[in-house]
């Protein structure tokens, strides 16, 4: 018999009664009953209910054991009692009476539980995170992971892609984040850098004539944390493909996303492709607030400004006399009563806003009564004409912001979310999917007025070199985003990839032609030479698996994550470094103001 099992704690069934096996695994609870001890002995397998008597030579030891021992059991199959069977388990008809018993490790007292749902401080369970994946709901998580990491290989594949790895040491690169630097030990007082993305790698794959590239693909960032996002390094399913445009890449991307869903999706409904719409940059921002819009919620945002111009309210008809300015209306279906709306007012004084104006129409008896302090100021007319225009009756409301859009537009994109979802509109058993297109390439500082790149800078402008000697603001590129739930779960672009064109992007965001063949001499010299139209994207493996576990935190579904400040309790990193390594790196390190 082997060493350590025979058997894992999920194979043994009715057919395996009377057989001499072998398990081992971790004890996941100890339970008396009258004298006899049963252990519920787990591994990452399953669950197998073995148990011991007095009459057992092993009776004293198996008393001593605990929870999350690891021990190896040798014992006899028996079928459970009729009344005892646990349909739950696949080991549910069986039990293992236990004959020899070897501890393999004792654990120690436990700064958490493993069975049961107990809540845990997230620093508790990061810091001793080898016990936190013992649980059963971490085990799943990160079993999923694998399997849909799988499946997108076995998919691309299937698609005439081939895997090929890139670099982890490389250059500084700006692709929207900051950089982890590693200095250089032969060459003292340079640095490398870790990658953000495989952007310029990929890119160069297609100027070596590869055609379809793929990875999944180690990226580092150092970011501020948010529950969606790590505050280090992130997974993606990274692809690149030559002679494409941009529908060739959703044509091609697009089955492999949903194939994925509608496999780990745990049958939740999951939006044909061919149904995925295209929406403008700027129409997700009227419309939903936000460039990655959950379509599940019904509610469209709409501009109402005209019926604000020159009315009773002087708030908002002020506002409208300055430039860039706007009012927008939330709908609220079924929304139409006072209490309802003073929470949601509450909601926006809460995210720093004033507050929110509204209207609701409740029946009168011999009509429709429009109500709340905007009606009021506005007049019966204008009401009813913002009534129309959002579709709109008895029963229902509507929420209203003012302003320049980004002042106000996260909250009222956070505000439609909390609407759709506390009125019951937003589906909560359904994938739905956006392509957010036509993203602008250029941004403009508020305070100091330069134009910078507002996404990737290696995006090709729709329009070309023309497009370029207009105003930068109104360039948009050829890069999309692909929304899912509220969530931006993919990102990419059709690549420039002409030189004139590269120089001149970059000129206008303030990099001249020597600092651009500095920083990317590789991919500038490589477009001189024979460059095939290219384009791609990556889809982040770690938000996707995070709505297919239907969880809300992405370290719920990574391995060994850091915690809110980028630290690793487990590891504890960072550390300081040895003055060793300092001096054989040639650096000094300053202390913290």
């Given at each position: 018999?082997?060493?350590?099992r025979?058997h894992t704690?999920a194979?043994?069934?009715?057919?395996?009664?009377?057989?001499?096996?072998?398990l081992?695994?971790?004890?996941?609870r100890?339970?008396d009953?009258g004298?006899v001890l049963?252990?519920?002995?787990r591994?990452?397998?399953g669950?197998t209910?073995v148990?011991?008597d007095?009459?057992s030579?092993?009776?004293?030891?198996?008393?001593?054991v605990?929870a999350?021992?690891?021990?190896?059991?040798?014992?006899?199959?028996k079928a459970?009692d009729?009344s005892l069977?646990?349909p739950k388990?696949?080991?549910?008809?069986?039990?293992v009476y236990?004959?020899?018993?070897?501890v393999?490790?004792?654990?120690d007292e436990l700064?958490?539980?493993?069975?049961?749902?107990q809540?845990y401080?997230?620093e508790?369970?990061l810091?001793?995170r080898?016990?936190?994946l013992?649980?059963?709901?971490?085990?799943?998580?990160m079993?999923?992971?694998?399997?849909v990491?799988?499946?997108?290989r076995?998919?691309m594949?299937d698609?005439?892609?081939?895997?090929y790895?890139?670099p982890?040491?490389t250059a500084s690169?700006?692709e929207?984040a900051?950089?982890?630097?590693?200095?250089?030990r032969?060459?003292?007082?340079?640095?490398?850098?870790?990658p953000?993305?495989?952007?310029?790698f990929k890119q160069l794959l297609?100027?070596s004539g590869f055609?379809?590239?793929f990875?999944?693909?180690?990226?580092?960032?150092?970011e501020?944390p948010?529950?969606?996002r790590s505050?280090t390094?992130?997974?993606?399913?990274?692809?690149?493909?030559?002679?494409?445009?941009?529908?060739?890449v959703?044509?091609?991307?697009a089955?492999?996303?949903?194939?994925v869903?509608e496999e780990?999706?745990?049958?939740r409904?999951?939006?044909?492709?061919?149904?995925?719409?295209?929406?403008?940059?700027k129409?997700?921002?009227l419309?939903y607030g936000?460039?990655?819009p959950?379509?599940?919620?019904?509610?469209?945002?709409q501009?109402v400004?005209e019926?604000?111009?020159?009315?009773?309210?002087?708030?908002?008809?002020?506002?409208l006399?300055?430039?860039?300015?706007?009012?927008?209306?939330?709908p609220?279906?079924?929304g139409?009563?006072r209490?309802?709306?003073?929470r949601?007012?509450a909601?926006a004084q809460?995210?720093g806003?004033?507050?929110?104006g509204y209207i609701?129409?409740?029946?009168?008896g011999d009509?429709m009564?429009a109500?709340?302090p905007?009606a009021?100021?506005?007049?019966?007319?204008?009401t009813e004409?913002?009534?129309?225009?959002?579709g709109l009756g008895v029963?229902?409301?509507?929420f209203?912001?003012g302003?320049k859009?980004?002042?106000f537009?996260r909250?009222?994109?956070?505000a439609?979310?909390?609407?759709?979802?506390?009125?019951?509109?937003?589906?909560?058993d359904?994938?739905?999917?956006?392509w957010?297109?036509?993203?602008?390439?250029?941004?403009?500082?508020?305070?100091?007025?330069?134009?910078d790149?507002e996404?990737?800078?290696f995006?090709m402008p729709?329009?070309g070199?023309?497009?370029?000697?207009g105003?930068?603001?109104?360039?948009r590129?050829y890069q999309?985003?692909l929304?899912?739930?509220?969530?931006e779960?993919?990102?990419g672009?059709?690549?420039?990839?002409?030189?004139?064109?590269?120089?001149k992007?970059?000129?206008?965001?303030?990099?001249?032609?020597?600092?651009?063949?500095?920083?990317?001499?590789a991919?500038f010299n490589?477009?001189?030479?024979g460059?095939p139209?290219?384009?791609g994207?990556a889809?982040?493996?770690?938000?996707?698996?995070?709505l297919?576990a239907?969880e809300?935190?992405?370290r719920?579904?990574?391995l060994f994550p850091?915690n809110?400040r980028?630290?690793?309790l487990m590891?504890?990193a960072p550390?300081d470094?040895l003055?060793e390594q300092?001096?054989?790196?040639r650096l000094?390190v300053?202390?913290?103001?």
């Amino acid at each position: 018999m082997h060493a350590y099992r025979s058997h894992t704690c999920a194979d043994l069934t009715k057919e395996n009664v009377g057989e001499t096996v072998r398990l081992a695994g971790w004890v996941h609870r100890v339970r008396d009953h009258g004298g006899v001890l049963f252990i519920d002995l787990r591994d990452h397998y399953g669950v197998t209910q073995v148990l011991c008597d007095p009459d057992s030579e092993v009776f004293a030891e198996v008393e001593k054991v605990r929870a999350e021992w690891c021990i190896r059991i040798d014992g006899t199959v028996k079928a459970r009692d009729e009344s005892l069977v646990n349909p739950k388990l696949p080991t549910g008809e069986i039990e293992v009476y236990i004959r020899g018993l070897e501890v393999l490790g004792a654990a120690d007292e436990l700064p958490l539980q493993v069975f049961g749902d107990q809540e845990y401080p997230e620093e508790t369970r990061l810091r001793y995170r080898y016990l936190d994946l013992r649980r059963e709901v971490m085990q799943k998580n990160m079993t999923l992971r694998s399997d849909v990491v799988a499946s997108f290989r076995k998919r691309m594949w299937d698609k005439a892609f081939r895997e090929y790895q890139t670099p982890i040491i490389t250059a500084s690169s700006p692709e929207g984040a900051r950089d982890f630097l590693v200095p250089s030990r032969l060459h003292p007082g340079k640095f490398y850098a870790l990658p953000q993305a495989p952007q310029q790698f990929k890119q160069l794959l297609m100027m070596s004539g590869f055609d379809k590239y793929f990875q999944i693909a180690p990226c580092f960032r150092d970011e501020d944390p948010r529950s969606d996002r790590s505050p280090t390094d992130f997974y993606q399913l990274d692809v690149e493909m030559s002679f494409v445009e941009q529908q060739d890449v959703f044509d091609t991307v697009a089955p492999v996303i949903a194939g994925v869903f509608e496999e780990f999706g745990g049958g939740r409904k999951v939006d044909a492709p061919e149904s995925w719409p295209q929406i403008p940059y700027k129409e997700a921002a009227l419309k939903y607030g936000t460039d990655k819009p959950d379509l599940r919620n019904p509610i469209e945002m709409q501009d109402v400004s005209e019926h604000f111009r020159g009315s009773g309210f002087a708030i908002f008809a002020k506002l409208l006399e300055q430039d860039g300015t706007e009012i927008r209306a939330i709908p609220a279906p079924t929304g139409g009563s006072r209490k309802f709306c003073d929470r949601m007012n509450a909601f926006a004084q809460k995210e720093g806003l004033p507050g929110m104006g509204y209207i609701f129409w409740r029946d009168q008896g011999d009509g429709m009564e429009a109500a709340g302090p905007l009606a009021k100021n506005i007049g019966p007319e204008r009401t009813e004409a913002i009534r129309e225009q959002l579709g709109l009756g008895v029963g229902d409301a509507a929420f209203f912001l003012g302003g320049k859009p980004k002042t106000f537009q996260r909250v009222a994109g956070k505000a439609r979310d909390v609407i759709g979802t506390e009125l019951g509109l937003t589906e909560t058993d359904r994938f739905a999917f956006a392509w957010v297109v036509d993203f602008p390439i250029y941004e403009q500082d508020e305070e100091s007025g330069e134009i910078d790149f507002e996404h990737n800078p290696f995006s090709m402008p729709q329009g070309g070199l023309e497009a370029l000697a207009g105003d930068p603001l109104e360039v948009r590129g050829y890069q999309y985003d692909l929304a899912c739930n509220g969530y931006e779960i993919l990102s990419g672009a059709i690549r420039n990839h002409k030189p004139e064109i590269m120089l001149k992007a970059f000129e206008i965001a303030g990099y001249g032609e020597d600092e651009v063949k500095k920083r990317f001499g590789a991919l500038f010299n490589a477009f001189s030479f024979g460059a095939p139209p290219h384009g791609g994207c990556a889809a982040g493996i770690d938000r996707i698996v995070m709505l297919l576990a239907d969880e809300d935190n992405i370290r719920e579904v990574m391995l060994f994550p850091m915690n809110q400040r980028a630290e690793d309790l487990m590891m504890n990193a960072p550390t300081d470094p040895l003055n060793e390594q300092l001096m054989e790196l040639r650096l000094r390190v300053l202390p913290p103001e």
